[in-house]
């Protein structure tokens, strides 16, 4: 059985840091490309960040680039998401999603979802 388990939400203080990880099982993520996307209460479900299986090639929405940073340990089946200088804006239920490097960036193209960490970042 294939699982994305993300860790690391909590509450946070504007300006904070938090290391968010999805620890991957059931099958090797080679050849997938790993996302980050969040959901805030009443709002559609948004991409945050990803990175490629090829080459490990980093995209961020325009939001966050700069102060998040997706990186990938293939050994351990692992994608972390550091966050730094925190707004309240970014207060959201984080997933984990994986799909194959060949697909589009669509949210209906990843093959498996996390079942989400909530961050709360607070003014």
């Known amino acids: 059985q294939v699982q994305l388990v993300e860790s690391g939400g909590g509450l946070v203080q504007a300006g904070g840091s938090l290391r968010l990880s999805c620890a991957a099982s059931?099958?090797?993520?080679?050849?997938?490309?790993m996302g980050w996307f969040r959901q805030a209460p009443g709002k559609e479900r948004e991409f945050v960040a990803r990175?490629?299986?090829?080459?490990?090639?980093?995209y961020y929405t325009d939001s966050v680039r700069g102060r998040f940073t997706i990186s990938r340990d293939s050994a351990k089946n692992t994608v972390y998401l550091q966050m730094n200088s925190l707004k309240p804006e970014d207060t959201a239920v984080y997933y984990c999603?994986?799909?194959?490097?060949?697909?589009?960036?669509?949210?209906?193209?990843?093959?498996?979802w996390g079942q989400g960490t909530k961050v709360t970042v607070s003014s």
């Open positions: 059931g099958r090797t993520f080679v050849g997938y490309t």
């Open positions: 999603a994986a799909r194959s490097d060949y697909k589009d960036n669509q949210l209906y193209e990843y093959d498996y």
């Open positions: 990175i490629t299986w090829i080459g490990s090639f980093t």
